[in-house]
C-alpha cells in the first residue's frame, strides 16, 4: 500500500528527493513538496510525470509546519531544508506523530559546529512518541556510514581505521562556485580539522593534512583532513574502531578563491554593521555566488566517494575501498541536478523507503548505521548509486 510523503526543501537535493520518489508510486503513492517559496516546488513538479501537491512553509517556524502536517496527512517526513532547520521540524514530527529522515545534522546559526548531540537528545521523546527518526540518510554521512555498516557485517571480523574520501572531479566553468548550499559548505571547509583516534579527538588547523589518493575512474588528486559529522556516530558504533578520518577534494583555483574570501573577511559569521544595517558576511557572499541548483547543465565530470577500510578477515589483514563514481551529466540528464545533489538525495529517497517498507522501522533516533545495511546497499544499486568493493594493499595507506 502506498504512502503520502511531506519533503521539506526545494534545493537541488529537494529536487533529486522529489523526483526519485516519483519514481517509486508503489512506495510514494502521493507526495507533497514544501519551502519557504513555493515558486520553486511549483518549477520541480512542472518537471514530474505524475501530479504533485506543493506548498508554502517556513520551516523555522514550528507552528506552521504542524499545521501543513496536519494538512497533508504525510506518513513520513524528510527534511532536505537547511541544517539550521532540522530541531523545529523534528519538533513538528513530534507534536504530529510523523517519521523523520534528513541528510544532515544541526547547525546553530551563530557558530559553525557540526555535532550530533543536539537531536540525539531527542532520543527519548521519539521513542516515547513510537516513532522513527532517522539522521544522515544522505551519502557523507549517510551511505558511507552504511559502507561501513556493510563492512562490518560482510568483510571484517574487525574493523581497525576507516578513511572516508569524497572526490569531486567536476567542472562547472564558474571561476568560484559551490556544489551545494554555499553557506553550510564554506562553514565546514573554514572549521579545523577533527578525527578520531585511540578513543579521542584529534585537531588539525583548517585543511593542514593532505593525501594524494588514487581515486579510481578519476585518478589521483589532493585530499584534505576536515570534520565531519559521520565520524561523530561511527566511532560509537563500529565496534573497537582505532581511527576515523574525512578527506575531501578541492581544486587549487577553488583554495586560492576561498583564502582571499577569507582575508577580506567575507566568510566571517558574526554580524558587521553596513550603512545602518547588520549582515553576515557569509550570507551576502552566498547571495553572490552561482545557485548551487543553476550549476546541473553546465557540470561535467564525476564523483568518487566511499570508505577505506583496514582490518582483519579470517585471520589476515584486509583493507577494501568501497565507493560509489558518479557522472554529473548522467544526474542533469535524469533529474535536472548535478552529482552532489543526487547523491545525497537518492539515499533519503531510500531512508524513507526503508522506514516505510518496515526494514527500518524502530522508535527514536537512530543514526543510519544502526539499522541492517543488506536492503538499503541493495536499493543503491537499483536506484542509480551503484557500488563497488576493491581490494588494496599497503601502497593504498596515507601519510
Known amino acids: 500500500m502506498s504512502k503520502r510523503v511531506l519533503i521539506i526543501g526545494a534545493g537541488g537535493v529537494g529536487r533529486v528527493v522529489t523526483h526519485k520518489c516519483a519514481q517509486v508510486p508503489e512506495v510514494f503513492g502521493s507526495i507533497c513538496l514544501a519551502s519557504r517559496r513555493r515558486e520553486k516546488c511549483q518549477t520541480i513538479a512542472s518537471e514530474l510525470s505524475v501530479p504533485i501537491e506543493t506548498a508554502e512553509v517556513d520551516a523555522d517556524q514550528t507552528p506552521e509546519l504542524v499545521r501543513l502536517i496536519q494538512k497533508f496527512k504525510p506518513d513520513i517526513l524528510i527534511n532536505v531544508a537547511l541544517p539550521y532547520q532540522d530541531l523545529t521540524i523534528m519538533d513538528a514530527c513530534l507534536e504530529t506523530g510523523v517519521p523523520y529522515v534528513d541528510t544532515a545534522n544541526y547547525e546553530p546559526r551563530d557558530v559553525a559546529k557540526f555535532e550530533y548531540h543536539w537531536q540525539w537528545a531527542y532520543r527519548d521523546r521519539f521513542r516515547e512518541k513510537g516513532i522513527t527518526a532517522l539522521l544522515g540518510s544522505g551519502f557523507d554521512p549517510g551511505v558511507t556510514n552504511v559502507f561501513c555498516a556493510y563492512a562490518s557485517k560482510h568483510l571484517f571480523d574487525r574493523i581497525d581505521t576507516i578513511d572516508i574520501l569524497d572526490c569531486n572531479a567536476g567542472d562547472h566553468g564558474h571561476p568560484f562556485a559551490t556544489n551545494f548550499n554555499p553557506e553550510i559548505n564554506i562553514r565546514e571547509i573554514t572549521s579545523r580539522g577533527r578525527y578520531w583516534e585511540q578513543g579521542e579527538w584529534r585537531e588539525t588547523s583548517p585543511l593542514e593534512k593532505t593525501w594524494d589518493f588514487d581515486y579510481p575512474g578519476i585518478g589521483v588528486k589532493r585530499s584534505y583532513l576536515m570534520y565531519h559529522e559521520e565520524i561523530e556516530s561511527l566511532c560509537q558504533n563500529i565496534p573497537n574502531v582505532k581511527r576515523i578520518r574525512f578527506w575531501m577534494t578541492f581544486g587549487e583555483q577553488y583554495l586560492t578563491h576561498l583564502k582571499v574570501l577569507q582575508n577580506v573577511g567575507l566568510t566571517r559569521i558574526d ?32 564523483t568518487c566517494i566511499g570508505c577505506l577500510i583496514d582490518g582483519e578477515k579470517d585471520g589476515k589483514h584486509r583493507r577494501v575501498f568501497i565507493h560509489n563514481n558518479c557522472d554529473h551529466e548522467s544526474c542533469y540528464r535524469e533529474v535536472k541536478a548535478q552529482a552532489i545533489s543526487y547523491t545525497t538525495g537518492v539515499p533519503a529517497m531510500i531512508g524513507a523507503k526503508m522506514i516505510l517498507d518496515g526494514r527500518w522501522q524502530q522508535s527514536g533516533v537512530f543514526n543510519i548505521e544502526e539499522f541492517d545495511p543488506d536492503p538499503f546497499m541493495a536499493d543503491l544499486n537499483q536506484f542509480g548509486l551503484p557500488w563497488k568493493v576493491v581490494e588494496l594493499g599497503h601502497e593504498s595507506l596515507p601519510i
Request: net charge positive; aromatic share 6%.
Open 271 to 302: 554580524p558587521v554593521e553596513f550603512n545602518g544595517q547588520p549582515i553576515v558576511p557569509l550570507q551576502f557572499l552566498k547571495a553572490m555566488l552561482p545557485d548551487p541548483g543553476s550549476l546541473g547543465p553546465r557540470t561535467k565530470g564525476q
